[in-house]
Structures are given as C-alpha cells and as structure tokens.
C-alpha cells in the first residue's frame, strides 16, 4: 500500500532555533516530493524534489531527497513565529499521497 | 485574482440534505483535484479530471459523492444525503498535466448537523 509518513507529528520551539521535519514514502511509480506549509487554510507550495542528493533552497528553508532510502527532509533555521504552520509532504506517483503533516509551533 | 477560487466558503447543512460544491482552477490548468481534509489529517485524494475527462476515483469514495467537469473548467463535487461524517473541510487542485505542482484553492468547510 502506499503511504507517506511524516514524523514528528508536532513541534513546539523557540524563535531562532533550527527545525528538520522528515518524511518517508513508499510509493509506486514515485515521480516527485513535494512540501507545502498549511495555515489556516489552504496549502501553499514550498519545493518540489525529483533528483537524490539536490538541495532546494528558499531563505531560510531547505530541503532534500534521499530516493534510495526513499525520504526527505525539510530545515527550516532561525525559526520566527510567521513559521508557525503544519508542513506537509505528498508525494506524487499513480496518485497524490499527502502525509498527515508535522504542526510546528514558534514561541518568541 | 488568477488563482484557484472555491465557492461556497463555508457550508451548513442538515444531515440528509445534498450539498454541491464548485471549484475554479487556474485557467491554463488542464487537470483538476479534489481533496478532502479533516482536523489533523492530511488531505485525502477524492477524484481527479484530466479536462473533462475523470480519470480516477478514490476506493473510499462513497457512491453519494458524484464531481463533473462538464465543459474541461470548472468543477462541482456534489454529496447526496449528506452525513455527520461528511464533514470536514474540501480542498480544490490544479495543475498542468505534465507538471507535479498542485496549486491549491481555499476550500470549502463543510459542517453537517
């Protein structure tokens, strides 16, 4: 069966600490992993990873791709309140799989 | 506003009652999603359109949620004899065919009494 999981599941933390989110996946006929940051409502884009070993970077955020151990991770560092979001990761093969999401919570 | 635009926002309704939904994509977009979403879960696929064409259909889909996609842009989801379950909150999707990149609309919150 295919899934996604994302651990942990939640994440509290103090403004200007560094967070890695994880996700695992095992999927058939894997095409991309992608991240998106949920707040109140609906999910908004942050990277997309097809190749092992590339880092995507955005500011503060990056992420990578692990297709033989079949995992990626998000870093977000210097964490701010505005950070504060469930991150999602799907992955995209016959279908579009999310994970159930990490909820990250910045305390100034 | 070129987004992805769900209408209604937010939706009340009785258990028993039929509910639809619209959804409208990006406008160069030919593949549109439906997902469904509830508190601390991740979105769930529902259904996806290739223009007007539905390519697939979720195994957990009930046979009370019917979507079309009549004219290859906007979308409805109707649910018929709609139950307390039905709640939760109903994402809309698109994208091109040959990219990966789901762009996202609002939603529509669905709460059924």
């Known amino acids: 069966e295919d899934k996604v999981v994302q651990s942990p599941l939640s994440l509290v933390v103090h403004e200007g600490d560094t967070v890695t989110l994880n996700c695992s996946y095992e999927v058939t006929n894997f095409r991309s992993l992608l991240w998106y940051k949920q707040e109140k409502k609906a999910p908004t884009f942050l990277f997309m990873l097809?190749?092992?070993?590339i880092e995507k970077k955005s500011g503060r955020l990056s992420s990578i791709l692990d297709k033989k151990e079949l995992f990626s991770i998000l870093n977000i560092t210097a964490t701010q309140t505005g950070d504060s979001a469930v991150y999602l990761c799907a992955v995209t093969g016959n279908q579009f799989y999310f994970g159930t999401g990490t909820s990250l919570t910045v305390i100034p | 506003d070129t987004g992805v635009s769900q209408n209604p926002r937010h939706k009340i309704t009785k258990r028993g009652q039929n509910v639809t939904f619209r959804c409208d994509p990006i406008s160069e977009h030919n593949r549109l999603y439906w997902y469904r979403q509830t508190l601390g879960q991740g979105p769930e696929f529902l259904t996806y359109?290739?223009?007007?064409?539905?390519?697939?259909k979720s195994r957990l889909l009930s046979d009370r949620f019917s979507a079309e996609r009549p004219k290859g842009s906007f979308s409805t989801l109707e649910i018929q004899r709609t139950e307390q379950g039905d709640s939760a909150m109903y994402l809309c999707?698109?994208?091109?065919?040959?990219?990966?990149?789901?762009?996202f609309g609002a939603g529509t919150r669905l709460s059924v009494l």
């Open positions: 359109f290739q223009n007007e064409a539905q390519l697939e």
């Open positions: 097809t190749s092992s070993g």
């Open positions: 999707a698109s994208t091109q065919a040959a990219q990966n990149i789901q762009y």
